[in-house]
């Protein structure tokens, strides 16, 4: 199965480079390009890319805006997109995030991060790397200073599944850290997803960061 990708930036070359580094796959084809935000929109409604890779910063509609409209609360059949962002501690991240993105990576993450990012968004995952998005979490978030008593009711092993998410783990490493299977790690996300009130995988790792469930032990 190809992976179609749609690649906004306003940067002519950052655009070239991310395609070369794409179309390399074998899985994975890039099928349009906006330098803009309003282009951007307007071509992923009108191709319906598998995944979106969008930059932060662009004329017109920026990064946030973009995910916005493709990704965000109330958008009937949402997008997978993955935000781009040149800066470690950029703070529209966390907009983005709370937008509806997949997830985000840095510009200078390389070519087996961004590919990683695709591949995980298609998957219905969401890229949350130790070393990039729990990083920025722990920077943009403002976690309460206890644990919530009222909270919504998770099991321990559902919130063991939390915690795992806001370390960056894929479906397929937490369930080998857990000893479940893949089936029961997906139906385990769904119901955390459905007790929350949350969208996708990206809003449980910002909501364990807020309510500091990942710093438990």
């Known amino acids: 199965m190809t992976i179609h990708v749609l690649i906004a930036d306003d940067q002519a070359m950052i655009r070239s480079g991310l395609r070369l580094i794409l179309e390399d ?15 951007a ?10 995944v979106c890779l969008v930059d932060i910063r662009m004329p ?33 991240v966390y907009g983005a995030l709370r937008g509806g993105a997949a997830g985000f ?15 995980a968004a ?12 729990v990083r920025l979490l722990r920077q943009l978030t403002t976690p309460v200073r206890q644990p919530d008593k009222s909270l ?9 599944v939390v915690r795992e998410i806001a370390r960056g783990r894929t479906n397929l490493e937490i369930g080998a850290e857990l000893f479940i299977s893949l089936s029961t790690v997906k139906s385990h996300v769904s119901t955390i997803q459905t007790k929350l009130g949350l969208r996708n995988r990206t809003e449980i790792a910002v909501w364990a960061w807020e309510h500091r469930i990942a710093e438990t032990t």
């Open 25 to 39: 796959q074998p899985d994975i084809s890039v099928i349009a390009e906006a330098s803009d935000g309003v282009d």
């Open 41 to 50: 929109i307007a071509q992923a409604r009108r191709l319906r890319p598998d």
């Open 60 to 92: 017109r509609l920026d990064g946030i805006e973009v995910t916005r409209a493709l990704a965000g609360p109330g958008v009937p059949n949402p997008m997978r997109v993955i935000v781009v962002t040149t800066f470690d501690l950029d703070e529209y």
């Open 105 to 119: 990576i840095l510009k200078d993450a390389g070519p087996a991060l961004l590919v990683e990012a695709v591949r």
């Open 122 to 133: 298609h998957n219905g995952d969401a890229l949350v790397s130790p070393s990039v998005t």
């Open 152 to 160: 919504p009711s998770l099991s321990e092993r559902e919130i063991e």
